[in-house]
């Protein structure tokens, strides 16, 4: 995912993704490989993943957005067609 931009907050740096639908996200830079691991650090403890599995996530997580939409249409149009 492209960086749109960074950001210090809380004393954390915060990268601005620019996420593939256009819109953007931030995301803690602990969750990625950019910042440098402290001496003695595993790689487990520093990040969440790689950006490979942050984007496997993202498609993970979209996909069930949409299984959630697509239900509460289904629930509203029932709701419309008994006059709740």
Same mark, same amino acid.
């Given at each position: 995912?492209p960086l749109f931009?960074w950001?210090?907050r /809380?004393?954390?740096?915060?990268?601005?993704?620019?996420?593939?639908d256009?819109?953007?996200s931030?995301?803690?830079?602990?969750?990625t490989d950019?910042?440098?691991?402290?001496e003695?650090?595993?790689?487990?403890?520093?990040?969440?993943?790689?950006?490979d599995e942050?984007?496997?996530?993202r498609?993970l997580v979209d996909?069930?957005l @949409?299984?959630?939409?697509? /239900?509460d @249409?289904?629930?509203?149009?029932?709701d419309?067609?008994?006059g709740?």
């Open positions: 995912m931009g950001m210090r /809380h004393g954390r740096l915060e990268l601005v993704l620019e996420l593939p256009g819109g953007r931030l995301v803690p830079a602990s969750w950019l910042e440098p691991r402290a003695g650090e595993s790689d487990r403890a520093a990040t969440l993943g790689g950006l942050l984007k496997r996530v498609l996909s069930l @949409r299984r959630i939409d697509v /239900h @249409r289904a629930a509203i149009e029932l419309a067609k008994e709740r």
